[in-house]
């Protein structure tokens, strides 16, 4: 095919789970792989897994994954034809992007331009009002002073959101319910967001209350052809950060789910968007729904969409940047069972969610029917402080919503790790909640049913945990129950308490 540009070596620019993922995606495609690493990361799995491997600097990230002149000498020096950028980091840098094409090596992600335009929230707010993609009602520039701020407020109505124009992630974010309180928000908001993103505007939209977050995965080829890849639910947040992710929506109906993923194309080509993306979205009680932002590159998440539509999403990642088209259209795509992601971090859920690194002692994962576990490190890594202290993702799958809950909750509760404080007890109150069974919860699922003392107390046995998967699983009129792997025969002191008490109990 005329325009077809093979790559043969792809220089990951990242670290942890998401560097050892996409590695083993140029593994199965006969692609080398080249690690970059800081000194806190020579020991680490991705180093060790990588085709090759190159320092570069040392443990601040200012200093090494976010060092791009000298990710970019190490790709020329090692003959990367492509960098893959994974998530965060450089991944959503105009000034990156750009950098590779100018050196003639492939960036697998977005043109500049359309990372530059998504990137700064008052423009994308503008081009989804050309697009005709819902909106909450807000400003689509940025805030000119307190008096343009308290007449906008007033104008669209108190509850109000201050929100950074040049970031997300709960950074440079305020809700404000009274004109009284916006002043302070908005100084605060515009501090935090030049701190966090070397930008201090932002802009106000209406607030909107109990809402949920879903957003769409798109995939754009360069010959504009772009397909949905349906949504995933974000809802269970902790400080406007995701913790729990599902796919589909529990709650989404076949109309609304159409319209979501039709807005989200408009959203993706009003940019000129190419590869994977993400257009996220608010929906109230009404089921309507509003354009928040649109992620532009490879998500956390994305497991979850893998699983559903039996994609590979970095292979297409891959393979639309070689200058393929994709391989399907729309109508067919489809979706089998459902998919729930719990994100394994190594923080502290009773104090906050502080993060915990250290050295983990013990990491023994669960396995079993409909179980995967994205990873990037090993049992005696060190989790840096320098870092997003992310262990793993651990991702169940079952044919309903009932059977992958059922299976997650089992797969929580084999899952050992000792020597750092995780958000295992966390994921596995949430798979047991009644709200989140329901499908009733919002982003306020942690303000709302979060209750960290219970986690202070002694967890149920193994045998308990159980019972609960497989009630959950009856429940749902299944034919074959959630399967358990045994642990170890002996305790030893290097166990976690959880995983002792769980063998006290079993004796």
Same mark, same amino acid.
Not at 25 to 33: E, K, L
Not at 312 to 317: G, K, M, P, S
């Given at each position: 095919m005329s325009g077809i540009r093979p790559i043969k070596k792809v220089l990951v620019a990242n670290r942890g789970e998401i560097a050892v993922r996409i590695m083993r995606?140029?593994?199965?495609?006969?692609?080398?792989?080249v690690a970059v690493y800081s000194e806190a990361d020579e020991k680490a799995l991705h180093v060790r897994l990588a085709d090759e491997a190159w320092p570069i600097g040392p443990a601040p990230s200012s200093q090494s994954y976010l060092a791009a002149d000298t990710i970019l000498a190490v790709a020329a020096s090692c003959g990367a034809d492509a960098i893959h950028p994974g998530y965060g980091f450089l991944s959503e840098s105009p000034e990156f992007a750009e950098a590779c094409r100018q050196q003639g090596i492939q960036f697998i992600g977005p043109p500049a331009s359309a990372i530059r335009d998504m990137g700064d929230k008052t423009a994308a707010r503008a081009l989804m009002q050309e697009a005709a993609v819902p909106m909450a009602p807000g400003t689509t520039g940025a805030i000119n002073g307190q008096e343009d701020a308290l007449r906008v407020a007033e104008e669209i109505?108190?509850?109000?959101? %201050?929100?950074?124009a040049a970031g997300g992630g709960g950074k440079g974010m305020r809700i404000v319910r009274s004109a009284e309180a916006l002043s302070d928000a908005l100084s605060t908001a515009s501090r935090e967001a030049s701190s966090a993103f070397g930008d201090g505007r932002v802009f106000i939209e209406k607030?909107?209350?109990?809402?949920?977050? %879903?957003? %769409?995965?798109?995939?754009?080829?360069?010959?504009?052809n772009i397909v949905h890849l349906y949504e995933r639910e974000c809802s269970i947040q902790r400080r406007h950060q995701k913790v729990i992710e599902e796919a589909p929506s529990?709650?989404?109906?076949?109309?609304?789910?159409?319209?979501?993923g039709e807005a989200a194309i408009r959203a993706a080509r009003s940019c000129g968007y190419v590869g994977a993306g993400t257009v996220e979205f608010l929906l109230d009680s009404d089921m309507q729904f509003y354009f928040m932002e649109m992620n532009? +590159?490879?998500?956390?998440?994305?497991p979850v969409t893998e699983w559903i539509t039996g994609l590979?999403?970095?292979?297409?990642?891959i393979r639309i940047a070689e200058g393929h088209t994709l391989p399907f259209t729309q109508d067919q795509v489809s979706a089998t069972g459902h998919a729930i992601e719990c994100r394994i971090y190594a923080e502290d859920p009773t104090s906050g969610f502080l993060p915990g690194p250290g050295t983990l002692l013990v990491h023994d994962p669960p396995s079993g029917p409909g179980i995967r576990l994205d990873s990037g490190v090993e049992e005696g890594a060190e989790i840096p402080v320098h870092y997003d202290p992310m262990i793993s993702k651990l991702i169940a799958w079952g044919t309903t919503r009932e059977q992958a809950i059922a299976r997650? @909750?089992?797969?929580?509760?084999?899952?050992?790790?000792?020597?750092?404080?995780?958000?295992?007890?966390?994921? +596995?109150? @949430?798979?047991?909640?009644?709200?989140?069974?329901?499908?009733?919860?919002?982003?306020?699922? @942690?303000?709302?049913?979060f209750m960290p003392d219970v986690l202070t107390v002694s967890n149920p046995s193994l045998g308990e945990d159980m019972a609960i998967a497989a009630a959950l699983y009856v429940d749902?009129?299944?034919r074959t129950a959630p399967q358990q792997g045994p642990g170890p025969s002996t305790p030893s002191a290097g166990y976690s308490p959880w995983h002792l008490r769980r063998r006290q109990r079993e004796a």
């Open positions: 995606t140029c593994r199965d495609m006969g692609i080398r792989s109505g108190f509850p109000v959101l %201050i929100k950074a607030y909107i209350d109990e809402p949920r977050h %879903i957003e %769409i995965q798109i995939m754009a080829d360069a010959h504009g529990s709650i989404l109906t076949p109309e609304v789910r159409s319209l979501m532009t +590159r490879l998500q956390v998440e994305h590979d999403l970095v292979e297409l990642q997650m @909750v089992g797969a929580l509760g084999e899952y050992d790790i000792a020597g750092v404080p995780t958000t295992i007890g966390f994921c +596995r109150y @949430v798979m047991l909640h009644d709200a989140f069974v329901s499908g009733g919860f919002s982003t306020h699922f @942690v303000d709302d049913h749902g009129h299944h």
